[in-house]
């Protein structure tokens, strides 16, 4: 069952935000001081769910970061991506979301899905794309990227 309201703690000290098998895992990495979200295939029935599950753990945790680790991932319908570009977006951006590195997934079909969401927003979120999570996890934290909380 899926954990969309409160959050819990993980071994390591992660906390999760959202939690279905075979769907998603959101988590807060105090390590990266990132939002973690490993996507399995976001299904339109859930993945506003999983969404606003990053934007609770931003607001929570006065976070900018957040890494998708977006390699099992799926198609994902007009529909959604048209609600995270209008809607999803802007109000993760004003909930203090400033960078984002995706972890590129195997599918072509759905890296075409993320890049078309990615390249639509104009929200002052510095997107990257990265073939690996160390990748993604080292930009987030390393020097080269600009200053975030």
Known sequence: MASAVAPSERA??????????GVALVTWNPDLKAVCLESSGL????????LDAIIRALRAHHGSRWLLDGRKMR?????DQD???????PRA?????????IVQPTSAVAMTNIDGVATVSENGIDVRFFSTVEKAARWLTGPLAPAAG
């Open 83 to 89: 609600w995270i570009a209008k809607n999803w977006l």
């Open 43 to 50: 299904h339109t029935s859930e993945a506003q769910a999983v």
């Open 12 to 21: 390591g000290g992660d906390r999760v935000y959202f939690n279905r098998p």
């Open 75 to 79: 198609v994902v319908k007009q529909a």
């Open 93 to 101: 951006a004003a909930a203090g979301l400033k960078l984002a590195a």
